[in-house]
C-alpha cells in the first residue's frame, strides 16, 4: 500500500503535444505542450472554464484529443484519478471498506474476491486518513470530509504511481485538508507522480513546488514561484475573459 514505488521511472511520466480536447468542436484546452517529471509534484491552477478538468480527463482517457497527443510512461493500471467530488454518487448502497477495497480492483479484477491481504491493506488505509471503526459505515451518511478521506484511502490501496487529483481540497474542513495534504507530501517523498487541479493559490504556493498555469492555452508551467507571478495571473483572467466559446476549434494546417 506505501513504500517506494514499484521500480521508479526516470525522465518524462507524462507528455503533451500540441494537445487540443474539444467539446462538440469547441476548444477546452488549446494547442498544449509540456512535460511532467516524473516524481514531481505539480498544480494545475488558472481561472474558472481554464480547462483544468478538461486536461486531467483527457490524460485518462475519459476524453480523446481532438488534436495532439499525450504520452504516457506508464500503463492504465499504475493511473490514480480522483474525480471532483460532485461527479460521484454517494447515493450508492456500499460500505467505507468495499469502497476502499475499489482501489485493489487492478490486482482482483472487476469481479474478483478480494483477499485477506487486500482487506488488511484497506483497514490499514483508513488508518492512514484517520477513519479507523469507519468500515462498515455507508458511504451516503459521510461528510464531505470523511468521504474525501474514503476516497484517499482507495487510492492508497492502489498504489499508483501517477496519481491525478481534481479539486481534492474543494468544500471540506481545515482539519482534513490539512490531513490529506500530509498523505500528497508523502506520496511525493515516495517518488510518485502527483498532479492537483487546485483554484487555492494559498495551497499551491505553499505545496506544489510545479506549477502548470492554463487559460484553455498555456501560461506557464514550471517552478510556481515563477509561473505564479502577477504578470501570468493577469494574463489568465484576461484570456479567459476573451475567449470565445462560439468559436470552432482551429483546422490542423494541410
Known sequence: MSGATRGA????????????VAYDRHPAVHHLSGTLAAGSLTAI????????????????????????????????????????????????????LDTVLLGDWHQSGAFGRMSAAARTQAREALLAVGLEGFEKRPIGSLSAGQFQRVLFARLLLQNARLILLDEPFTAIDARTTHDLLEIVARWHGEGRTVVAVLHDFDQVRTHFPQTLLIARELIGWGPTEEVMAPANLLKARAMAERWDDTAGICETAA
Open 45 to 96: 491552477a488558472g481561472p474558472n472554464g481554464a480547462g483544468k478538468s478538461t486536461l486531467l480527463k483527457a490524460i485518462v482517457g475519459e476524453l480523446r484529443p481532438a488534436e495532439g497527443r499525450i504520452e504516457h510512461a506508464f500503463s492504465p493500471r499504475e493511473i490514480g484519478y480522483l474525480p471532483q467530488a460532485a461527479e460521484i454518487n454517494r447515493r450508492f448502497p456500499i460500505n467505507v
Open 9 to 20: 521511472k526516470s525522465g518524462p511520466a507524462l507528455s503533451l503535444h500540441d494537445l487540443t
